[in-house]
C-alpha cells in the first residue's frame, strides 16, 4: 500500500470505531418497547433502521470487495439485529485492516454506507429522546475511541453530561 492508501484506511478505520462506539451507546440500555417505536404511519422503527444498518455494513463489505450489491434482510429481534450490526462492523474493518487493495475508492465508502451508517445512528438516538428514554450526551472529543475496537464492548465514557 502507499502511504496515501495507509492513511486513507486509517482515517476510514478510525471512523469505523467512532461509528461502533456512538451506536454502542445508542443500542445499549434500550427497553424492550424502543423497537417497535414509531413516530408516524410510514416511518421506519427503530428496529428497521438497525436492520438497515446492518444492511449498508454487509454492503460496504461486498464494496470493499468490489462487489456492488444490495441484499435488505427482513428485521429479526433488537438482540439479533444489534449482533448482526456489530459482526457486519467488523468484517467491514478487518477488510480495511487487510493489505488488499480496496475494491471501491475509499471515497466512495465513506459517501455511501459508512456516511449513512452515521446519520442512522443519529436518527436512533433522536427517537430514544422522542420515546423517552434518551442517551446521555457526551464530549466524544474525549471518548476513547480507537481504530480495530468495532465490538459491542466499547471503552468507558470519559465526560457524560445531561
Given at each position: 500500500?502507499?502511504?496515501?492508501?495507509?492513511?486513507?484506511?486509517?482515517?476510514?478505520?478510525?471512523?469505523v470505531?467512532?461509528?461502533?462506539?456512538?451506536?454502542?451507546?445508542?443500542l445499549?440500555?434500550?427497553?424492550?418497547?424502543?423497537?417497535?417505536?414509531?413516530?408516524?404511519?410510514?416511518?421506519?422503527?427503530?428496529?428497521?433502521?438497525?436492520?438497515?444498518?446492518?444492511?449498508?455494513?454487509?454492503?460496504?463489505?461486498?464494496?470493499?470487495?468490489?462487489k456492488?450489491?444490495?441484499?435488505?434482510?427482513?428485521?429479526?429481534?433488537?438482540?439479533?439485529?444489534?449482533?448482526?450490526?456489530?459482526?457486519?462492523?467488523?468484517?467491514?474493518?478487518?477488510?480495511?485492516?487487510?493489505?488488499?487493495?480496496?475494491?471501491?475508492?475509499?471515497?466512495?465508502?465513506?459517501?455511501?454506507?459508512?456516511?449513512?451508517?452515521?446519520?442512522?445512528?443519529?436518527?436512533?438516538?433522536?427517537?430514544?429522546?422522542?420515546?423517552?428514554?434518551?442517551?446521555?450526551?457526551e464530549?466524544?472529543?474525549?471518548?476513547?475511541?480507537?481504530?480495530?475496537?468495532?465490538?459491542?464492548?466499547?471503552?468507558?465514557?470519559?465526560?457524560?453530561?445531561?
Amino acid at each position: 500500500m502507499s502511504p496515501a492508501t495507509d492513511t486513507h484506511n486509517a482515517m476510514l478505520r478510525h471512523t469505523v470505531a467512532t461509528l461502533a462506539y456512538r451506536a454502542g451507546k445508542a443500542l445499549r440500555g434500550a427497553p424492550p418497547e424502543f423497537a417497535s417505536f414509531r413516530t408516524a404511519a410510514g416511518t421506519r422503527t427503530p428496529l428497521e433502521i438497525l436492520a438497515h444498518l446492518g444492511d449498508l455494513l454487509d454492503w460496504a463489505v461486498g464494496m470493499a470487495d468490489g462487489k456492488h450489491e444490495w441484499h435488505p434482510a427482513p428485521p429479526a429481534s433488537w438482540d439479533q439485529e444489534t449482533a448482526r450490526f456489530f459482526a457486519a462492523l467488523e468484517a467491514f474493518d478487518q477488510r480495511l485492516a487487510s493489505p488488499a487493495p480496496l475494491g471501491s475508492p475509499d471515497g466512495k465508502l465513506f459517501q455511501g454506507p459508512i456516511a449513512d451508517a452515521l446519520t442512522h445512528v443519529g436518527q436512533i438516538n433522536i427517537l430514544r429522546r422522542m420515546a423517552g428514554c434518551p442517551v446521555r450526551g457526551e464530549n466524544y472529543f474525549a471518548a476513547q475511541i480507537a481504530a480495530g475496537r468495532v465490538g459491542p464492548d466499547q471503552a468507558a465514557t470519559v465526560v457524560e453530561f445531561d
